[in-house]
């Protein structure tokens, strides 16, 4: 799987531009701020429909401008060509979403378009952030391989924002809807704690393999799913934590248990890293996340999925940049962005140099 090129009109502070991409590594350097890192972004977008530096897709729009067009082709995990495009006018206001030849308003459509992981100074947020960073990150690695997953969370979502409208008060009361919104929530809802459970069964083993690496064995990591309603599983568990809560709920107009309230707990030798980590084991337990998932992916599409690592190698000392390289070395298309072709020690297919927002390819 890889991106060949990637077409550019408005995104940030890039200039209209075509970037040939193709297999193998590419770098794009320059100084911090002329748009390395946006290049990353829109790739981002292109392959996954959402963008790990904004929320809102009038963000990505150049100042001064009303909309912007951004597209990709290339080749799709089972090799048939693919494309996307994203186009937004009145300042994101219309939204045109495409994927070979279906069309939506909903960036959704391109979830799993071509299966990614980034990785950059940021992701520490996976360790030392809120919750919802980490349960964004399991859902989003699940719904690049999981159509099942994709729909089910739509689906809780949707269920969750019904239930908390009647909550608030946005319909007369009414119990039948009541338990029907009730039982529709805890169906979606335990499914969806499912399927985060079996993700994070399968990647925990690999997580500790790879940080043990990294960290030459220093401490362990491991990784636990905290449920909101508690250890146990399925619906009726999920349905009988709501029934005691339902004053509380009533009074607060809010869901207060559910997917949208757990956490992915990571542990250090047992103790959680949030408040114990130092930040160089923030790091390696962040990167041992991110190569984790790329592993993970890899073993199920039977290809390494694309790679964008942005400006991460300042930060990594030797143990970690040999961590890297050695995912490089059996990976197919990988972007690295830097501010000096000294900052990153690997070969490159492609070169770009980025200058106020200008991308010309270094020959």
């Not at 499914?191 to 220093?218: K, N, T």
Request: glycine share 10%.
């Amino acid at each position: 799987m890889r991106i060949d090129f990637v077409e550019l009109d408005r995104f940030r502070n890039l200039a209209p531009a075509t970037v040939e991409l193709g297999p193998g590594v590419i770098r794009v350097v320059g100084p911090n701020g002329h748009g390395k890192s946006n290049l990353l972004e829109a790739v981002h977008v292109l392959a996954q429909g959402w963008s790990p530096r904004a929320r809102r897709g009038a963000e990505w729009i150049a100042w001064g401008e009303e909309g912007l067009l951004i597209r990709a082709e290339g080749v799709a995990n089972d090799g048939a060509p693919r494309r996307s495009a994203v186009q937004l006018e009145s300042r994101g206001a219309q939204r045109r979403v495409r994927l070979d030849g279906r069309e939506s308003a909903g960036f959704s459509l391109l979830l799993g378009a071509w299966p990614l992981v980034s990785f950059g100074p940021g992701d520490v947020e996976l360790v030392q952030g809120e919750p919802e960073a980490r349960r964004t990150w399991m859902d989003a690695t699940i719904s690049q391989y999981s159509a099942e997953g994709r729909d089910r969370l739509r689906r809780y979502r949707r269920a969750l924002r019904q239930r908390n409208g009647y909550l608030k008060g946005f319909v007369a009361p009414d119990p039948e809807l009541k338990a029907a919104l009730d039982a529709e929530l805890c169906a979606e809802g335990a499914e969806v704690v499912r399927l985060r459970r079996g993700f994070l069964r399968a990647l925990a083993p690999v997580v500790r393999r790879l940080y043990a690496s990294v960290s030459r064995g220093a401490e362990e990591a491991d990784l636990v799913y905290r449920c909101s309603w508690g250890e146990e599983e399925g619906a009726d568990a999920f349905a009988a934590k709501l029934d005691s809560l339902a004053r509380r709920e009533s009074e607060a107009g809010a869901t207060l248990v559910g997917p949208h309230r757990d956490d992915l707990e990571i542990l250090l030798s047992g103790h959680p890293a949030r408040s114990t980590a130092s930040r160089g084991q923030q790091r390696s337990l962040t990167l041992a996340l991110q190569l984790a998932c790329a592993e993970f992916l890899e073993e199920l599409f039977g290809e390494p999925p694309i790679l964008l690592l942005d400006d991460i190698f300042s930060e990594l000392d030797a143990g970690r940049r040999a961590a890297v390289g050695e995912l490089l070395r059996r990976s197919g298309q990988v972007i690295l962005a830097a501010p000096e072709l000294s900052d990153i020690p690997f070969d490159a297919d492609r070169t770009y140099r980025v200058e106020s927002g200008r991308l010309t390819e270094a020959k």
